[in-house]
């Protein structure tokens, strides 16, 4: 038993060690780019590895499989997320740039940082649920039939939030660019 238990083991670290890295970095930039969250939740995708390996049978690739662990583990998120009305977590910018090619140059670089600073006020004056539905759609990617299955809605329902959310976003966006102008 101890031999089956060390080989599960050996099996996990190597597992881990492989996809950590990847997997941090796909569910930092789809949560608003929190490095605390990130890690907590890439911490969770691991428990779920490390508890689903005996049970992994091989039908996929296994870094299919860690990411559709990863997947639920995010629309878990996203739903807790849109039901409890908490904060939106901030990007960090300084931490995004780290991300960016540095062989870019440093005024691109400037203006760049500029311009997510601007959409993270903007990102801060809409509703959650107008968040949360924008992350979704513009960072995540997913169609409007996703957001509506992860969020519980219509996908009428989520159309309609949709486009308030873009409406109330350009919205943001101009009076933020009026502001700049004065």
Not at 94 to 115: C, G
Request: one cysteine or more; a neutral charge; aromatic letters at 12%.
């Amino acid at each position: 038993m101890s031999i089956f238990k060390n080989e599960q083991e050996n099996k996990f670290i190597q597992t881990y060690r492989l996809y950590v890295d990847e997997i941090y970095q796909y569910v930092y930039l789809r949560t608003g780019m929190n490095k605390a969250l990130a890690e907590d939740i890439t911490q969770e995708i691991f428990v779920d590895v490390f508890k689903g390996m005996s049970s992994f049978k091989g039908l996929s690739s296994e870094r299919t499989w860690i990411y559709k662990i990863t997947k639920n583990r995010l629309n878990d998120f996203y739903r807790k997320q849109y039901r409890s009305k908490f904060e939106m977590v901030e990007l960090d910018t300084i931490l995004y740039e780290q991300l960016e090619d540095p062989t870019q140059d440093i005024q691109e670089l400037m203006i760049k940082s500029f311009k997510r600073v601007k959409v993270q006020h903007c990102l801060d004056d809409l509703l959650e649920q107008y968040k949360i539905v924008l992350v979704l759609k513009y960072i995540d990617e997913k169609s409007v039939k996703d957001i509506a299955s992860i969020l519980g809605k219509s996908p009428k329902a989520i159309e309609s939030i949709l486009q308030r959310a873009k409406n109330a976003f350009v919205k943001s966006y101009t009076q933020h660019e009026e502001k700049e102008d004065l």
